[in-house]
């Protein structure tokens, strides 16, 4: 905790120092531009308005992870990549189940992000979480990811309401050849994943496989053994178009369970497949994109017990629940589910002048989730979304600029919803850039949130009421306002992203308990009395700040450091016959993080990257919270060619310190983990 803070008091007057610099500049200057800046490499990116906009032109923060960055890291798991992100949380809710949060008093099903994978929406539609396992992609198939540090609903609709992770894969059009690599290490872990890129008559192509298991976290059944073939391809169909195809499938198996009972631990079997194609063409002033996708998600969780043990009975409390019957094998597990998600999407963007562009765009969802053990009725629910979005970019002087996005979305289960954001942006000089922005979006319940009945029954004596959803239950609303600066120093090698922001959210859903007759519930006829009905039932303000630093020391040394400063006022209802509960510790206050890469002349290359967290008292994690803790990991490899052959080797090891720590909820407790990876390229 020490270290945090001692961190987070270092890190304040490095930034106003900086600032302090950038005006003491833009004082001094006398023109405006130099040759200098003329030919900066500056990074452009597109996940914050769908238009290519360099970094400090973005209505929001967005963070940059590139192939560089994932190599030097090695990382097994994708979600690992986000402890680059300042603000984000990465964690374990079992060792086969990663997740990925922000500012938000998540659970064991993060549902506030979007993200998406060459433009394809991944999450699943029932809760909406993300499968991370099952996306079809490891780190070593990714070429970028681009990370929006807020609200983006604007642009990529409901999901996004607290950020937006855009995933773009390596592609054939750039990458030639077949690279084979395998690992094996801690916790069992042995993965092979296979790329090959081939010419094709009119384009290119690439095939990718993977196969992937380990054995989760030490006493805990929460293995992982995961398999995907992703084919996709891309023609040029004229010096203007392109289309794109891709074709994938993904199986696992994926042990997931409560700490508490270990004893109910239990395989969640996933089989995904899916099908997109995407055309894009691109104009002198004008460029124009369409996709059409389809994704399914088919689950099945089993987790069978005496209904005597679930409840824990004694002989005579047996005979006197089930009047004399047998003693019922209930399954307790989420059983079948099955989302399917279509989507087809047409966007247009012109240029009218250097000083206005804009972007519109229409699309259509349809979300179809069939769960008999947890939904309504015939537990089936269909979701037609159709939503329009927009985003104008405009200059009225040299050194201002402005961004102005709409989002209108109408959904089946919901009201029609208008999500607008503006940003303000202020050229000090070229190198020192200031925004301000702000927003009010929102986020449609999910069906799981929406349409939730989920009870047990056995013969006509025990009936037990869990989950229900309010009839009442509107869409969450947050409102955020950003002041942020992005300054260029040293000829653009040392680059500051500083973002201070206030997020308030109104009716953010969870479940309150009810013990009193409400929306068809009877506590009289109900085995215990009481169920949870989903319901707006908790407000937060979030406010802090967050910032990453990026440092070229030389040609092979690079510094990334993130650090966040998080503060979440929460109010919750968890009774409906009692005041609102005041929590302060549903999310990090302080998160840091700092990679360190360095590649030799003969080959050799090391990466060191720590990681710090402060106290957390998750939502339904460990009943006494998280502890705050550190890591430090190291990385190793060489490379080498021999015979025309691309030749790899590395050395990963993770938690160096061996600081036993734990993550989300009992028992995922990390030690020191050691991998070896090899990879072959030819």
């Known amino acids: 905790m020490v270290e945090i803070h001692m961190l987070h008091r270092s890190l304040c007057p490095i930034f106003y120092c900086l600032l302090l610099g950038a005006t003491g500049a833009a004082l001094a200057e006398t023109d405006y531009y130099s040759e200098a800046d003329l030919l900066a490499d500056i990074p452009l990116v597109s996940a914050g308005s769908r238009m290519s906009q360099t970094l400090h032109e973005t209505p929001s923060s967005v963070t940059v992870i590139d192939r560089e960055m994932i190599a030097a890291l090695s990382p097994n798991n ?87 992770v855009d995933i773009t894969t390596k592609s054939p059009l750039q990458e030639g050849g077949t690279q084979l690599r395998v690992t094996a290490g801690s916790q069992n872990t042995r993965n092979l994943n296979l ?23 030490d006493g805990l059944e929460d293995q992982t053994d995961v398999g995907h073939i992703v084919f996709n391809a891309a023609f040029t169909t004229s010096l203007a178009d392109t289309v794109d195809i891709e074709v994938g499938f993904s199986k696992g198996s994926f042990g997931i369970g409560d700490g508490d009972h270990v004893e109910l631990f239990a395989d969640d079997e996933v089989t995904s497949y899916w099908l997109t194609t995407g055309w894009a063409r691109v104009e002198e002033k004008q460029q124009w994109k369409a996709h059409l996708s389809y994704y399914v998600n088919d689950a099945e969780h089993s987790s069978k017990q005496l209904l005597s043990e679930q409840e824990e ?63 309504e009725g015939d537990g089936q629910v269909d979701n037609h979304i159709i939503y329009a979005f927009s985003n104008i970019e405009w200059r009225p002087a040299p050194r201002w600029l402005t961004n102005v996005g709409l989002m209108i979305e109408d959904q089946s289960i919901d ?22 922005s702000g927003s009010r979006t929102y986020r449609t319940p999910s069906l799981f949130e929406a349409r939730r009945h989920t009870n047990f029954q056995a013969y006509d004596s025990f009936y037990n009421d869990h989950f229900f959803s309010d009839d009442d239950l509107e869409a969450e609303r947050l409102e955020t306002v950003e002041l942020g600066y992005y300054g260029s120093f ?28 409400h929306q068809g519930f009877r506590p009289a006829e109900d085995y215990d009395g009481k169920a949870y009905f989903f319901s707006n039932a908790k407000d937060w303000v979030a406010t802090g ?36 509960e005041e929590r302060e510790d549903k999310v990090p206050e302080h998160i840091s993080s700092l990679l360190l890469t360095h590649h ?45 052959y691309n030749l790899e080797f590395s050395l990963k090891v993770d938690n160096v310190t061996d600081e036993r720590y734990v993550e989300y909820q009992e028992g995922n407790y990390f030690g020191r983990y050691t991998y070896f990876n090899f990879a072959l390229g030819w």
Do not use: C
């Not at 984000?88 to 938000?104: E, R």
């Not at 060191?608 to 890591?631: I, N, P």
């Open 490 to 517: 040293f000829d653009g090698k040392l680059l500051v992203d500083w973002r201070l922001f206030h997020e308030d959210m109104e009716g953010g859903v969870d479940h309150i308990k009810w013990r009193a007759e």
């Open 415 to 436: 009201e029609v919803n208008l999500s607008p954001r503006a940003s303000i942006h202020f050229q000090v000089t070229p190198q020192h850039n200031l925004r301000i």
């Open 600 to 644: 030799f002349d003969n080959g050799w290359g090391v990466a060191l990257m720590s990681y710090q967290q402060s106290f957390v008292d998750w939502r339904a994690g460990k009943d006494e919270g998280v502890d705050a803790f550190k890591r430090h990991d190291i990385t190793i490899s060489k490379q080498l060619d021999y015979n025309g």
């Open 313 to 375: 009975w004694s002989p005579a409390e047996v005979g006197m629940y089930l009047a004399g019957a047998p003693d019922p094998l209930l399954d307790f597990g989420w059983g079948e589910r099955k989302s399917e998600l279509w989507e087809a999407e047409l966007e247009h963007q012109y240029t009218f002048s250097r000083k206005l562009r804009s972007l519109a765009g229409v699309g259509y969802k349809l979300q179809q989730v069939r769960a008999p053990l947890q939904l």
């Open 195 to 217: 790329r090959s890129n081939f010419k094709l008559q009119n384009g290119y192509a690439q095939l990718r496989a993977s196969k992937r298991e380990n054995e989760g976290f």
């Open 78 to 164: 994708l979600v690992d990549l986000f402890r680059l992100v300042p603000g984000f949380v990465s964690f374990y809710i079992n060792g086969s189940l990663p997740g990925l949060s922000g500012h938000d008093a998540t659970d064991d099903d993060p549902r506030r992000l979007e993200v998406r994978v060459n433009g394809r929406s991944v999450y699943v539609p029932a809760y909406p979480t993300i499968s991370w396992e099952s996306l079809g992609i490891t780190p070593d198939d990714i070429e970028r990811i681009e990370v929006v540090r807020g609200s983006n609903v604007p642009i990529y609709g409901s999901n996004a309401i607290l950020g937006a």
């Open 545 to 580: 700040y967050d910032m990453q630093i990026k440092w070229q020391l030389g040609e092979a040394t690079n510094i990334a450091l993130q650090h966040a400063n998080t503060r979440l006022d929460l109010t919750r209802v968890k009774a409906w016959n009692t005041p609102p």
